[in-house]
T-cell receptor, first 115, second 111 residues
């Protein structure tokens, strides 16, 4: 039983480059959430997606950040023209269904470093 | 916006001691989740709570969904060194489908 798979585990980008973070949910899960974590802090919600739909993107910065969860393939979090402040751990979580009786299961994250 | 306050922020305890931590919200939640995160890893789900007053155990861990629906508690009995880590609470309400996370309780166990 594969859990939530994220890749890459570590990503280094220079300022101005693009970062692409991938997340494959657990088998049977069709709901994906992205969270961001700074050192010594909690997880901040970014976006919630179902297959081909963005349900809630209230935590996403309005510019440079986008997310998708296509019918086939992993969910992608894309950060364009990265800046040093984007350096953080980005975690993906999946759930079997939406609603409050389906808890989130997390991957091991992608640690983005912007130099 | 919604806020989750976790306390204590950190604690040092002796091996074998019991541990208690709690989480309070500024608004009512329908679900409370408790996670443990080890360095360099993602959070791992420990316990999920779905009803006010619910008390649920998972081995040495016990968690309760507060009656007011604005708080939750996690207890660890007879702590062992591998209990070291950061414990996060997370809650969700009926207005949104996103889980809000607390700031974490950092637990260190002295052998």
């Amino acid at each position: 039983n594969a859990g939530v798979m994220q890749n890459p585990r570590h990503l280094v980008r220079r300022r101005g480059q693009e970062a692409r973070l991938r997340c494959s949910p657990m088998k049977g899960h069709s709901h994906v959430y992205w969270y961001r974590q700074l050192p010594e802090e909690g997880l901040k919600f970014m976006v919630y997606l179902q297959k081909e739909n963005i349900i809630d993107e209230s935590g996403m910065p309005k510019e440079r950040f986008s997310a998708e969860f296509p019918k086939e393939g992993p969910s992608i979090l894309r950060i364009q023209q990265v800046v040093r402040g984007d350096s953080a751990a980005y975690f993906c979580a999946s759930s079997r269904k939406g609603g409050f009786d389906s808890p989130l299961h997390f991957g091991n994250g992608t640690r983005l470093t912007v130099t | 916006g919604q806020q989750l306050n976790q306390s204590p922020q950190s604690m040092f305890i002796q091996e074998g001691e019991d541990v208690s931590m709690n989480c309070t919200s500024s608004s009512i939640f329908n679900t409370w989740l408790w996670y443990k995160q080890d360095p360099g890893e993602g959070p791992v789900l420990l316990i999920a709570l779905y009803k006010a007053g619910e008390l649920t155990s998972n081995g040495r861990l016990t968690a309760q969904f507060g009656i007011t629906r604005k708080d939750s508690f996690l207890n660890i009995s007879a702590s062992i060194p591998s209990d070291v880590g950061i414990y996060f609470c997370a809650g969700a309400d009926s207005g949104t489908y996103k889980y809000i996370f607390g700031t974490g309780t950092r637990l260190k166990v002295l052998a």
